[in-house]
């Protein structure tokens, strides 16, 4: 079994930035997919940025520009940068895995609110 926990997020106003972490109980090398999704109020949930075991990392529209992922072996974490912030990110954030056995598995989210 996996376990995921996302930190980080919290209040900010338009046009701050938030640094999201999410620690896995295990090593972030051995995963396939390290990915950050977002579910904004009423909307379904989003891609936002993954990142492949060799590093290539993909993004989605809405981060494009703005939104950085990195990890660290070290701690087994890996991190979503969020800059120029407004209100329409308000939501909830997820970070995913995916195993080599295409297992997902999803941590419990963190409330981003961006007041205007």
């Known amino acids: 079994q996996v376990t995921l926990v996302e930190s980080g997020g919290g209040l900010v106003e338009t046009g701050g930035s938030l640094r999201l972490s999410c620690r896995v109980s295990r090593m972030v090398l051995g995963f396939k997919i390290l990915a950050w999704h977002r579910q904004l109020p009423g909307q379904e949930r989003e891609m936002l940025v993954r990142?492949?075991?060799?590093?290539?990392?993909f993004s989605g529209d809405s981060a494009k520009g703005r939104f950085t992922m990195s990890r660290d072996f070290a701690k087994n974490t890996f991190d979503l940068q969020m800059n120029d912030l407004t209100p329409e990110d308000t939501g909830v954030y997820y970070c995913r895995v995916l195993d080599h056995n295409n297992q997902v598995y999803w941590g419990q989210g963190t409330q981003v609110t961006v007041s205007s």
């Open positions: 990142m492949t075991n060799e590093g290539y990392t």
